[in-house]
């Protein structure tokens, strides 16, 4: 038995006041053997070392043993000690049970303030985030783990105490410094290192900006449909929101709205989800109306490096010098979701108050992670990561494409559709169920989205949401045909 055995005992010890010290130092042998902080066949100390951890006589800590082998939760073996055993008693197995019985949920007893009610109340987050058609779920199989993990080998060989303690800097500087020049080559982002602010990904930019520069009750126009995991955030953090509807050409402004916004949130790149680009007459509307309302843009730009054909749309903050715009981006569907880190570019005024805030509300870490991945993309592994899985998702999109064409037909597909992202949406008559057909999918394993879901309007089209960026071939034609049998049988 380690001390950390015995510091545990000891802990028990205090509670087990009834009684004298054998019978309390069994009963807390006892407790521990049917937690299994002393697990089946685990060796029990020598009671000549255990008493002096303890501070107590070897003839207590002897009378305790005894008294656990009378009942049969330990075994002594002849010259070889005293073993827990295998097999625990009828009564504690009982005891067991009801201690690990799982404690019903006291729902009625819980209060939650408000904005967590709010919270629960909108939450999104879906368990199924992997496997036919997941949307959004980038091949995370498909990531140079090795490649990674040798650069982390080499980083980590002897890290800088820097790199061992919070950051208040705003994330890694060589991140930082990388990711300056990545998005001014690949996104047309204008912007230097000095305003690049490193998240967990996109959704801590988004608290983190509503947080700090809007107050309760101000107003954030939204696209409609839009993802929600932005508007529950918004949400939480007291603002307004005011959906927008979205047509060919991205998010149609109301310019005429009499309580101006302070967050426009707009996914120009690839409107999420229906797919349409911001066209460029609306780009310019947008940041004009939001200079001349103190209003600030909020690009989401999620998925953009997936486009399949065509030269890729640049990023609306560069469009203009100094535009008022938070641009936004994340590892989550180049490399993988789970490394949560994401970015923002902001306007210069906006760093260092942004930096502190970061600091002060989650103090700043993964300076290890994030030093590798600055290498990864120094040497050319993220770009030529990106171009592989650009081929991959493009052939698997065209695939799935091929199937929805030869057993559903042309009409099924959205006129939004354009050749990119990681995702597609399935046309679906106006009173079809589309809630209900995902939930029919799901019960036979196939995971899609209804697009109804991501409206706030009542005006609602009906589509599913298929991704297939992280689903082969083979395996994309057998839940095909599971779903197509799903809406065989719900229209
Ligand atoms: C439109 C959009 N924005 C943001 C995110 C989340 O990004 P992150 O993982 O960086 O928080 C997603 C995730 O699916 C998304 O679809």
């Not at 697990?39 to 009378?63: I, Y």
Request: net charge positive; charged share 20%; proline share 6%.
């Amino acid at each position: 038995m380690q001390s950390l055995h015995a510091d545990h005992l000891l802990q028990r010890l205090q509670q087990e006041t009834a009684g004298p010290l054998h019978e309390r130092l069994f009963r807390c042998l006892r407790g521990a053997i049917i937690d299994g902080v002393l697990p089946a066949t685990h060796r029990l100390p020598a009671s000549r070392d255990l008493a002096r951890e303890l501070g107590v006589s070897r003839n207590t800590v002897l009378n305790a043993y005894e008294t656990l082998r009378a009942e049969g939760y330990v075994q002594a073996r002849t010259g070889s000690g005293t073993w827990v055993a295998e097999v625990l008693p009828e009564s504690c197995l009982q005891s067991q049970a009801r201690a690990r019985a799982p404690t019903p949920p006291r729902r009625g007893k819980v209060t939650l303030s408000q904005r967590g009610n709010t919270l629960l109340g909108h939450a999104g987050a879906s368990p199924h985030q992997w496997g036919a058609f997941v949307p959004g779920a980038p091949d995370v199989t498909a990531f140079p783990h090795a490649q990674f993990s040798r650069i982390q080998a080499r980083l980590n060989r002897e890290p800088e105490i820097d790199r061992l303690i919070y950051s208040s800097s705003g994330g890694g500087v060589e991140l930082r410094a990388a990711l300056a020049d990545y998005l001014r080559v690949a996104r047309s982002v204008a912007c230097d290192a000095e305003q690049i602010i490193i998240t967990e990904g996109i959704h801590q930019g988004v608290d983190l900006i509503s947080r700090l520069l809007c107050d309760n009750g101000d107003r954030a126009w939204l696209e409609d449909p839009g993802y929600w995991g932005t508007r529950n955030l918004l949400r939480i953090n007291g603002l307004e929101i005011r959906p927008m509807p979205v047509d060919e050409q991205g998010l149609v402004p109301d310019l005429s709205d009499p309580h101006p916004p302070r967050l426009i949130c707009v996914t120009p790149s690839h409107q999420y989800p229906l797919g349409s680009h911001l066209s460029l007459a609306r780009r310019q509307q947008l940041l004009a109306y939001a200079r001349q309302h103190g209003s600030w843009i909020v690009e989401d730009d999620y998925d953009s490096e997936f486009r399949f054909s065509g030269q890729p749309f640049p990023a609306l903050q560069g469009l203009e010098p100094d535009s008022p715009v938070i641009y936004m981006g994340t590892f989550s569907k180049t490399l993988y979701p789970a490394l949560r880190i994401g970015y923002m570019v902001v306007p210069r005024a906006l760093a260092e108050p942004l930096r502190l805030a970061a600091a002060e509300l989650y103090r700043g870490g993964h300076l290890l992670i994030q030093r590798a991945l600055a290498e990864f993309i120094r040497e050319g592994h993220y770009a030529a990561h990106i171009r592989r899985m650009r081929l991959l998702y493009g052939k698997r999109r065209a695939f799935l494409i091929g199937l929805i064409q030869r057993y559903l037909g042309d009409a099924w597909l959205r006129e939004f559709n354009h050749d990119a992202g990681l995702h597609l949406v399935l046309n679906l008559p106006a009173d079809a169920d589309d809630v209900m057909i995902a939930a029919r999918a799901l019960r036979r394993g196939v995971k899609v989205r209804p697009l109804s879901q991501y409206y706030m309007q009542p005006q609602r089209r009906r589509g599913l949401l298929l991704g297939f960026a992280c689903v082969e071939e083979k395996k994309m034609m057998a839940a095909f045909g599971v779903l197509k049998q799903c809406l065989d049988s719900g229209s």
